[in-house]
């Protein structure tokens, strides 16, 4: 399909598929598309077209759902970084000839690593980058919530892990669904990773109300200025209370070694805002690990969850070389525990009973 690139009026096609990152965007606001160029950024809107699919043979869609992809869809992306030690290394470059799919919720860019059970990356092309009518670069931060700062009574637990795919998401819905069971009024944040549905929804099917990075207008915070990652932090927690929410859960990606990630536990407004840390790991060692890790930087979680409490073994072994419990998925759900745990990290006086 042939796309016009040096004119400002070209029509986004209206068979484009609109990906998760960019559904926060006003599509009346977009005016045209502008000519591939060197100055493009993280965030920025881009219409490719598909023209090899491989890794990623899904798109996960604006309005939640996944989409199949062809050779010679066209899409709407967000150009931007990603980090995921399983899948892809790449940064937020845009060229001219050719682009690669970093993440399937709609984040392109240059693979730069990736592990080696990887295909390689879907394959684009890029069309030209979404304008408004001034000619000025359809970025996501446009759309990003306000500003807002923190009660000072708003409790804000840290779900933090060993890795990806150790259980933070599940652990922090788990302990979410368990608060609101326990009649608190809950919110959860996915305060950093990469643009993607999967975590967000598992929040909203547990029927916690969420917003991430995202919303707070950055694609990934992979090479993001620590400035911006709290910014963002505050203005999603803040708008959670100011909803109603008197327990914030936020779940930090990654594992405590990736850069971002350790920035925060190094002493970040971000972990000094924190009341308590929930700790996910997939086996006994990460277990010993992450507590030694986060102990290096001030820090003990109040328990232990992830892959790890699938195995009976493995949490025996856990508990007693960290003296931590390890709490299991059905447990964080259940109202009494959830409350208990939590009990002595609340800021607000008044006690709900499970």
Same mark, same amino acid.
């Given at each position: 399909?042939?796309?016009?690139?040096?004119?400002?009026?070209?029509?986004?096609?209206?068979?484009?598929?609109?990906?998760?990152?960019?559904?926060?965007?006003?599509?009346?606001?977009?005016?045209?598309?502008?000519?591939?160029?060197?100055?493009?950024?993280?965030?920025?809107?881009?219409?490719?077209?598909?023209?090899?699919?491989?890794?990623?043979?899904?798109?996960?869609?604006?309005?939640?759902?996944?989409?199949?992809?062809? @050779?010679?869809?066209?899409?709407?992306?967000?150009?931007?970084?990603?980090?995921?030690?399983?899948?892809?290394?790449?940064?937020?470059?845009?060229?001219?000839?050719?682009?690669?799919?970093?993440?399937?919720?709609?984040?392109?860019?240059?693979?730069?690593?990736?592990?080696?059970?990887?295909?390689?990356?879907?394959?684009?092309?890029?069309?030209?980058?979404? *304008?408004?009518?001034?000619?000025?670069?359809?970025?996501?931060?446009?759309?990003?919530?306000?500003?807002?700062?923190?009660?000072?009574? *708003?409790? *804000?637990?840290?779900?933090?892990?060993?890795?990806?795919?150790?259980?933070?998401?599940?652990?922090?819905?788990?302990?979410?669904?368990?608060?609101?069971?326990?009649?608190?009024?809950?919110?959860?944040?996915?305060?950093?990773?990469?643009?993607?549905?999967?975590?967000?929804?598992?929040?909203?099917?547990?029927?916690?109300?969420?917003?991430?990075?995202?919303?707070?207008?950055?694609?990934?915070?992979?090479?993001?200025?620590?400035?911006?990652?709290?910014?963002?932090?505050? @203005?999603? *927690?803040?708008? @959670?209370?100011?909803?109603?929410?008197?327990?914030?859960?936020?779940?930090?990606?990654?594992?405590?070694?990736?850069?971002?990630?350790?920035?925060?536990?190094?002493?970040?407004?971000?972990?000094?805002?924190?009341?308590?840390?929930?700790?996910?790991?997939?086996?006994?060692?990460?277990?010993?690990?992450?507590?030694?890790?986060?102990?290096?930087?001030?820090?003990?979680?109040?328990?232990?969850?992830?892959?790890?409490?699938?195995?009976?073994?493995?949490?025996?072994?856990?508990?007693?070389?960290?003296?931590?419990?390890?709490?299991?998925?059905?447990?964080?759900?259940?109202?009494?525990?959830? @409350?208990?745990?939590?009990?002595?990290?609340?800021?607000?006086?008044?006690?709900?009973?499970?």
């Amino acid at each position: 399909m042939t796309i016009v690139q040096d004119t400002f009026d070209t029509v986004i096609p209206a068979q484009a598929k609109w990906s998760f990152t960019t559904r926060l965007v006003d599509a009346a606001d977009v005016a045209a598309l502008k000519p591939i160029d060197g100055t493009a950024k993280a965030g920025d809107l881009i219409l490719v077209e598909i023209t090899e699919v491989n890794q990623h043979k899904k798109i996960q869609l604006a309005n939640g759902r996944y989409a199949d992809s062809y @050779a010679g869809d066209l899409a709407v992306l967000c150009l931007g970084d990603r980090y995921a030690p399983d899948q892809f290394m790449g940064r937020a470059e845009l060229r001219e000839d050719a682009l690669d799919l970093l993440a399937g919720g709609g984040i392109c860019g240059v693979v730069e690593a990736k592990h080696a059970k990887m295909a390689k990356p879907t394959q684009l092309r890029p069309l030209g980058r979404l *304008v408004d009518r001034n000619g000025i670069a359809i970025n996501i931060a446009k759309y990003a919530i306000n500003d807002a700062a923190i009660p000072d009574d *708003v409790t *804000v637990i840290g779900v933090f892990g060993a890795s990806m795919n150790a259980g933070k998401t599940t652990a922090a819905v788990s302990l979410a669904h368990g608060l609101a069971r326990a009649g608190y009024r809950v919110a959860g944040v996915k305060a950093t990773g990469t643009g993607a549905f999967g975590d967000f929804n598992a929040f909203r099917d547990a029927s916690i109300p969420v917003t991430d990075f995202t919303d707070a207008g950055m694609p990934s915070t992979f090479r993001m200025p620590m400035e911006r990652i709290e910014r963002g932090f505050n @203005a999603l *927690v803040g708008t @959670a209370a100011r909803e109603g929410a008197e327990i914030v859960v936020v779940e930090i990606a990654d594992g405590v070694f990736q850069g971002e990630t350790a920035a925060i536990l190094k002493g970040s407004a971000i972990v000094k805002r924190m009341d308590g840390i929930l700790f996910a790991t997939s086996d006994a060692l990460g277990a010993v690990g992450g507590v030694s890790t986060l102990a290096r930087y001030g820090h003990r979680p109040f328990a232990l969850s992830g892959m790890l409490s699938l195995s009976t073994l493995g949490t025996i072994e856990a508990e007693t070389e960290t003296n931590l419990p390890v709490i299991s998925r059905d447990a964080l759900c259940d109202g009494r525990t959830a @409350a208990d745990l939590i009990a002595p990290l609340m800021r607000t006086k008044t006690q709900k009973a499970a």
